[in-house]
């Protein structure tokens, strides 16, 4: 396939493989100048893209945050009954699920 060049208008350049070409084009291209491999296309890019770039990057924090405290506060609830000295689960207790601590990062 043709190997295409694709400027941004924030000054970034990506290059881009052709492999499959269908008679459909999609609503981002706006114009295709040249012929043959050096093809130049033009493609506008909805207005509010770069605010999703900030949403996807809060979303994709936030998550991070939400899973790995829903991991600390299982297993400090966990670590709690084990200084108790109450059977494990791996060994058949069940004991955990009478730990808030546990149920807290279960939730969370």
């Given at each position: 396939?043709?190997?295409?060049?694709l400027?941004?208008?924030d000054?970034c350049?990506?290059?881009?493989?052709i492999i499959?070409v269908?008679e459909?084009?999609?609503?981002?291209?706006?114009?295709m100048?040249?012929?043959?491999?050096?093809?130049?296309?033009s493609?506008?890019m909805?207005?509010?893209?770069?605010?999703?770039?900030?949403?996807?990057?809060?979303?994709?924090?936030?998550?991070?945050?939400?899973?790995?405290?829903?991991?600390?506060?299982?297993?400090?609830?966990?670590?709690k009954?084990?200084?108790?000295?109450?059977?494990?689960?791996?060994?058949?207790?069940y004991?955990?699920?009478?730990?808030?601590?546990?149920w807290?990062?279960?939730l969370?």
């Amino acid at each position: 396939g043709a190997v295409l060049s694709l400027s941004c208008r924030d000054s970034c350049q990506a290059w881009c493989q052709i492999i499959n070409v269908s008679e459909s084009r999609s609503p981002l291209l706006t114009s295709m100048e040249g012929t043959g491999n050096e093809t130049t296309w033009s493609i506008s890019m909805p207005s509010g893209s770069k605010y999703h770039l900030y949403i996807g990057l809060a979303l994709a924090i936030a998550s991070s945050i939400f899973i790995g405290s829903s991991f600390i506060l299982k297993k400090k609830g966990l670590l709690k009954l084990a200084d108790r000295g109450v059977t494990r689960a791996g060994q058949g207790g069940y004991s955990y699920l009478k730990e808030w601590l546990w149920w807290a990062g279960l939730l969370s």
